[in-house]
């Protein structure tokens, strides 16, 4: 009896991981992959105008004497 509740788990492994392993490698759909895309760029372009403000000179009225 003891050796059939060992193999239930063991089979339940399998089965899960060959299921699990074929999604894991199908490739994203397009519409994931713009997705992706997008939001790279607008991060980029947040990063690129966070650093352009902080780079930025201040004007003589923001300036404490």
């Known amino acids: 009896m003891r050796e ?5 788990p063991w089979r339940f492994e399998k089965l899960f991981r060959a299921h699990y392993d ?3 490698d199908e490739p994203l759909p397009d519409r994931c ?5 997008a939001l ?5 372009v947040a ?3 966070n650093a352009e403000s902080r780079a930025a000179p201040k004007s003589r009225e ?3 004497p």
Request: charge should be positive; proline fraction near 0%; glycine fraction near 0%.
């Open 47 to 49: 990063r690129n105008e």
């Open 4 to 8: 059939h509740k060992a193999r239930l």
């Open 40 to 44: 790279d760029d607008r991060e980029r």
């Open 22 to 24: 074929s999604i894991i």
């Open 33 to 37: 992959v713009e997705l992706i895309r």
């Open 62 to 64: 923001s300036r404490d």
